[in-house]
């Protein structure tokens, strides 16, 4: 079973940047489909943005894409999420989860298994 533990959420201002980190206990599925979900209150959890490392090959909501960044740092062992131009409509707990997955990654939540506790963004207009 692996850890997920995220940090850098934040309240901020439209149109700030905010970059969140996700460090992973083991390195088991450091080589299968990572990314990040949001769920906002009243919402279903969302898929913000996938990553197939050996490859690096991504995956993006529309609507955050252009805008978000996903990349992975494997010698730390963690996966970043860089997200510029934020806007109120992007305040959401956010996780990091992980997969068993190979290839295509993708944006739907019960195709991953293991989630971290998220971690708070929040953006005022």
């Known amino acids: 079973q692996v850890q997920l533990v995220e940090s850098g959420g934040a309240s901020l201002q439209a149109g700030g940047s905010l970059r969140l980190s996700c460090t992973a206990s083991?390195?088991?599925?450091?080589?299968?489909?990572m990314g990040w979900f949001r769920q906002a209150p009243g919402n279903e959890r969302e898929g913000v943005a996938t990553?197939?490392?050996?490859?690096?090959?991504?995956y993006y909501a529309d609507s955050v894409r252009g805008r978000f960044n996903i990349t992975r740092d494997d010698d730390k062992n963690t996966l970043y999420l860089e997200m510029n131009s934020l806007k109120p409509e992007d305040s959401a707990m956010y996780y990091c989860?992980?997969?068993?997955?190979?290839?295509?990654?993708?944006?739907?939540?019960?195709?991953?298994?293991?989630w971290g506790q998220g971690t708070q963004v929040t953006v005022s207009s």
């Open positions: 989860v992980a997969s068993n997955i190979f290839g295509r990654c993708p944006l739907t939540a019960p195709s991953y298994a293991h």
């Open positions: 083991t390195r088991t599925y450091s080589r299968a489909c």
């Open positions: 990553i197939y490392p050996p490859i690096r090959r991504t």
